[in-house]
């Protein structure tokens, strides 16, 4: 399992109430070692199955016998102390009764909200898998922000309040919308805009780490009007004013596509329009886009609705009923008879080429194969599966095919 597949899967956890609990049991199944949580007091938050009680650092593990109160709570403090100075340096290993402990620090927003701690680490500090170690402390800083209602939400000001009504469907008439925005200054509708929606596959992305460097990275720009939170997606409203060959402004900042990439984010955008009564039909075609770009552009995750409006009217129209295998392209059916035979990969260079538009320096690179030996390959697979590359009727036959494949034959 690598690093993000480590977090997905640590990140479930954030839809149930004893969150803490399930990453501590769930962290000591993936990595083997039993782990506590606790507060920034030291009061211990959840501790994992292999966790002995008498593991714990806390003041009845620290101080044995009979003491006055002042003496107990100077020595208290001075312990205490000297430990946070320890993890300060986060992360640390020590010793305590002859038990090795690695401690680390989690924050959010630069504040301490905890410390993790695992007992019994056998491990060296050179030998720390730093790696998931972050990943961990990540997810349980977000964790405790999440059960003690800290997360960052977006203020509710006139727009977003607007763009909520109007995708929800609470805005379905133009007199509704005139009498929302009678007397709101900031209220000015953009002669050509376009909805975003921006989303992480099987999380609501509120609750990743990705949601506060978008929120960061959105301060910082002018391009749009507003965004909000709505059904586990960031809904974005922006200004538009790109020629329809060219890609909207916001594709064009390269810091931005970085960001997305980077954080494995899906992103589908709308057609433009000049109505603000059309938000809810754009909401559901930059949703769309997005679903469609989850399944079609594995390097970007980017997609247009203008992109996928085929395959979403196919995927709405009833399945036809006997078998599938019927409607399929020959050619395709072909490829994947011939690779199943000859363990060859035909159908993944024809996957890419699709994904890629039929690009082919796209897809070679994507293939870490040079233009030169995909050309071969295309030429190879002309002459057994009959493909005419240049015949727009057959590509679209294929297109189609590859559609059902994913969407009405996947088990």
Known sequence: ????????????????????????????????????????????????????????????ALF?????????????CEKKAEITHLIAKSPCIRTIHGVPYLFANAALDSSHVGTVVFPRYPKAFEEINRPVLDVILRVFAICVSASLGYLQNISNTNWERILLKLINHSITDISTLEHEIKGNSEITAPSRFRIYVLRIRGIDITLTPAYK??????????????????????????????????????????????????NGILLGYSEA????LDCAGLYYQAKTAAHFADRWNAELHVASYESCKLYDLLYHVQSPTGSLQLFMSDSVRLIQEYDQAHETRYMSILTTLVGNRFSLTNTANQLFIHKSTLTYHMKKMSSLFQIDWDDLEQMLHVQLTLFMMQTFLRS
């Open 273 to 276: 329009s000049d109505r603000l």
């Open 64 to 76: 044995s016998g009979k003491q006055d109160k002042r003496q107990f709570y100077q020595e208290y």
């Open 1 to 60: 399992m690598d690093i993000r597949e480590l977090e997905y899967e640590l990140l479930k956890v954030l839809y149930d109430n004893r969150r803490i609990q399930l990453l501590a049991d769930r962290v000591e199944a993936l990595t083997g070692y039993p782990v506590y949580f606790t507060s920034v007091n030291w009061d211990a938050l959840a501790l994992s199955p292999g966790v002995h009680p008498e593991e714990l650092v806390k003041k009845s």
């Open 213 to 262: 460097l978008l929120s960061d990275y959105f301060q910082g720009i002018q391009t749009f009007r507003c965004w909000i939170q709505y059904e586990g997606c960031i809904v974005l409203l922006s200004d538009d004013q790109s020629a329809p060959s060219e890609d909207p402004a916001l594709l064009q900042d390269s810091a931005f596509l970085r960001l997305i990439r980077e």
